[in-house]
């Protein structure tokens, strides 16, 4: 269980920065880079989770042991991290897109008239308002990080559902341990899911 | 590298692939069918005046929306077989494992896309007011003539974007039926890299075909909200 918590909020906050650059990126007027941003996330929402773990199990290490040269098991919770990190970073900078989005124009010209930078402007006055906007959804794509975290089972990492499965195949209780992990899935998802929505209400 | 015979297999390693994306495309195309009716019906029930059908809708949902895919997958294919009376040991022993993992796969798939696909239902009734279910109650139609002849028509065309997305989503979800041995695509390009053990490339060829199945529903799609544009509701004329 810690492992998996460990991966959500890693890769959670790692996906937000990221997705928050490529927002930006994606939102400039410098074609090169908001068509870079672009491919990034057409990308890696194309394909599936499951794909992108196996392209980081399997070939990444491989490139990180040419550089580093030392080939050590550790890597896979590594690689893990980076997978989910870029993974979600896309899906963060679709939500954080449309939430520098919906911050009305009025709020740019103003800035830009009161003297501030493009950079200040996006740091000081867009990017508070419209994460203030987005944090519900921006939470409940964390809740899907952390289901989606059950799959670095294909991976062999060990998480709490593959430990479940795990004792369930050894003890032969596997029935019982795989409804035990559904439960307690379900209910840490039921009650982040409710939190969420009561922290949409007092926003709102 | 991919005209080369594959193992065991006659034909060469891109037919390979390229089977593995219609036994995907098969499985999405089954799971779909199953989420579109039951979402349907699931988020019908949560919108009907009333307050048991709503609770029982917002419950299926929520079960189905909060344990991850994997679980579900191992529950359906692992758990209920042993489970189920009477079916159960005919599934295990009338089916070959690989339709037992088809079937098993697309049922999950179901009915986990259906909660999501109800929530999409739900929305899309739900944003054309109340005014036209009373409108129709006040013409004289019963419960499910409002719901066939007023409200799902316009409510089934305003969700045809986010309907398009969870079906790229579906196809996504395929790729964990990996997990319990189906051969799916993703699969497919694992084994291949074993066998050839050029990874790099085979991954690169699914990452391909994936991307092309995407552009390809985005087409379908965008063609189907064209065609089935309502006059002045809807969307940018062109």
Redesign the interface.
């Known amino acids: 269980m810690v492992r998996t918590l460990e991966i959500t909020i890693v890769a959670g906050i790692a996906g937000m920065l990221l997705g928050t650059l490529i927002a930006v990126m994606r939102l400039s007027k410098n074609p090169i880079l908001s068509a870079l941003a672009a491919t990034y996330v057409?990308?890696f929402r194309?394909?599936?989770?499951?794909?992108v773990l196996?392209?980081f199990y399997?070939?990444v290490p491989n490139l990180i042991k040419k550089v580093i040269g030392n080939p050590n098991l550790d890597i896979r919770l590594l690689s893990a991290f980076i997978a989910f990190s870029l993974f979600e970073a896309s899906y963060y900078a679709e939500i954080i897109r449309a939430g520098i989005q919906s911050i009305s124009r009025g709020q740019v010209s103003a800035s830009l008239a009161l003297g501030m930078t493009v950079g200040e402007t996006m740091w000081l006055i867009i990017l508070p308002q419209a994460f203030r906007r987005m944090v519900p959804l921006l939470l409940t794509q964390a809740i899907i990080l952390f289901?989606?975290s059950?799959?670095v089972?294909?991976m062999g990492l060990v998480n709490f559902?593959g430990v479940a499965?795990n004792t369930g195949i050894r003890d032969g209780t596997?029935?019982e341990l795989?409804?035990f992990?559904?439960a307690v899935?379900?209910i840490?998802?039921?009650a982040a899911?409710t939190l969420v929505g009561k922290l949409q209400k007092k926003t709102t | 590298m991919f005209w080369q015979p594959a193992i065991g297999d006659g034909g060469n390693y891109l037919s390979y692939l390229i089977w593995g994306l219609v036994w995907t495309l098969l499985l999405s195309l089954a799971s779909w069918v199953l989420a579109f009716v039951v979402g349907s019906i699931v988020g019908m029930m949560r919108t009907v005046p009333g307050s048991m059908l709503p609770k029982l809708g917002a419950f299926y949902v929520?079960?189905f929306?909060?344990?991850?895919?994997?679980?579900?997958l191992?529950?359906w294919y692992?758990?209920l077989p042993?489970?189920v009376p009477i079916v159960g040991p005919w599934f295990k022993q009338s089916f070959s494992p690989a339709l037992q993992q088809f079937i098993s796969a697309a049922l999950c798939l179901g009915f986990f896309t259906a909660s999501r696909v109800s929530e999409q239902v739900r929305s899309g009734i739900n944003s054309l007011g109340s005014s036209q279910f009373k409108a129709g109650l006040a013409l004289g139609f019963n419960i499910t003539q409002v719901y066939t002849i007023v409200l799902l028509p316009v409510a089934y065309r305003i969700i045809i974007p986010t309907l398009t997305s969870e079906f790229?989503n579906l196809v996504?979800?395929?790729?964990?039926a990996?997990?319990i041995g189906f051969i799916d695509l993703?699969q497919r390009?694992?084994n291949m890299?074993e066998y050839t053990s050029h990874?790099?490339e085979s991954?690169i060829a699914?990452?391909i075909l994936?991307?092309l199945v995407?552009l390809i529903v985005m087409l379908i799609s965008r063609n189907l909200e064209r065609a089935t544009r309502l006059p002045g509701y809807l969307g940018e004329k062109k």
Do not use: H
């Open positions: 057409t990308a194309s394909i599936p989770l499951v794909m196996l392209w399997l070939l289901q989606d059950s799959l089972y294909v559902f499965y596997l029935v795989i409804f992990a559904g899935y379900l840490i998802c039921f899911s | 929520e079960i929306r909060n344990i991850p895919l994997l679980v579900q191992f529950i692992f758990v042993e489970l790229l996504k979800n395929t790729a964990v990996s997990t993703t390009s694992k890299g990874l790099y991954f699914v990452t994936y991307a995407n």
